[in-house]
T-cell receptor, first 110, second 111 residues
Framework: DGGITQSPKYLFRKEGQNVTLSCEQN?????MYWYRQDPGQGLRLIYY???????QKGDIAEGYSVSREKKESFPLTVTSAQKNPTAFYLC?????????FGEGSWLTVV | QKEVEQNSGPLSVPEGAIASLNCTYS??????FFWYRQYSGKSPELIMS????GDKEDGRFTAQLNKASQYVSLLIRDSQPSDSATYLC???????????FGTGTRLKVLA
């Protein structure tokens, strides 16, 4: 089945660690996005990529990094520089003007 | 700062009633508008998209757009308890394919 797969669904990070969230899509979409959602808040854009080997910072890129080496894959690394990383992370891809979301990854700092 | 504003709610309606959800946006260049439903702990699910002024109907859902007033709404007819969720409004910025989301309105449909 076509879709957007995020893994892991739940992740715990120790202080000072980098962690990478995986996002894979088999929808043949060119554009992919990473959003962060905090309780009671809207989605905030971290990074987006319109095409392979190209990506742009969103509104809250500090402390995060991405790569887009393949059309299907857009992994997000949460670095130790991100001071408050506990949140729900959503990967999305775009078809036409519409974006569709994966199931999300919960990241908790312990 | 481009924004999308929504009343956080909760909006409580009895089962079978019409639920009316509203959203305003600040970027006059926005061309596309979306309503997503998000159940607690889950990812957003697309309900409706709308691009032109007026109404767009899909089953029990009607989206309304008024670009002059920078206003988008979602009507849910014959509301069901399963409609209880947070509804996110989003606006697509013209030319950049960036999407601005509101904080969502929590809807509670009372059985």
């Amino acid at each position: 089945d076509g879709g957007i797969t995020q893994s892991p669904k739940y992740l715990f990070r120790k202080e000072g660690q980098n962690v990478t969230l995986s996002c894979e899509q088999n929808l043949n979409h060119d554009a992919m996005y990473w959003y962060r959602q905090d309780p009671g808040q809207g989605l905030r854009l971290i990074y987006y990529s319109q095409i392979v080997n190209d990506f742009q910072k969103g509104d809250i890129a500090e402390g995060y990094s991405v790569s887009r080496e393949k059309k299907e894959s857009f992994p997000l690394t949460v670095t130790s520089a991100q001071k408050n990383p506990t949140a729900f992370y959503l990967c999305a891809s775009r078809s036409g003007n519409t974006i569709y979301f994966g199931e999300g990854s919960w990241l908790t700092v312990v | 700062q481009k924004e999308v504003e929504q009343n956080s709610g909760p909006l409580s309606v009895p089962e079978g009633a019409i639920a009316s959800l509203n959203c305003t946006y600040s970027d006059r260049g926005s061309q596309s508008f979306f309503w997503y439903r998000q159940y607690s702990g889950k990812s957003p699910e697309l309900i409706m998209s709308i691009y032109s002024n007026g109404d767009k109907e899909d089953g029990r859902f009607t989206a309304q757009l008024n670009k002059a007033s920078q206003y988008v709404s979602l009507l849910i007819r014959d509301s069901q308890p399963s409609d209880s969720a947070t509804y996110l409004c989003a606006a697509g910025s013209s030319g950049t394919y960036k999407y601005i989301f509101g904080t969502g309105t929590r809807l509670k449909v009372l059985a």
